[in-house]
């Protein structure tokens, strides 16, 4: 799993397991003005280039949104 926005120009590869506060980084950095790619996985070349990202509305739960202050992301669940 990785999530991956583009801020400034650089592309930033965010991975970890279920649960590690991907989601939340990646619409933090959005909300900081970065372009989202995926929240769900990113397909690289051998040089560590994007070649595909494989994405899906992040859903964040209660408590990233309540600190990011942003109900837009709400997952219908509560949960990633």
Known sequence: ??????LNGRTILISGQ???GKSTLTVALINAGGQYLSDE?????????????LGRCPQLDRH???ILRDER???PT???
């Open 73 to 75: 992301w709400a997952s």
């Open 64 to 66: 990233s949104r309540s």
């Open 18 to 20: 279920s649960g590690a």
């Open 41 to 53: 996985a990113v397909v690289l070349d051998r040089d560590g280039k994007v070649v595909e990202a």
């Open 78 to 80: 509560g949960r990633h």
């Open 1 to 6: 799993h990785a999530g991956a926005v583009v």
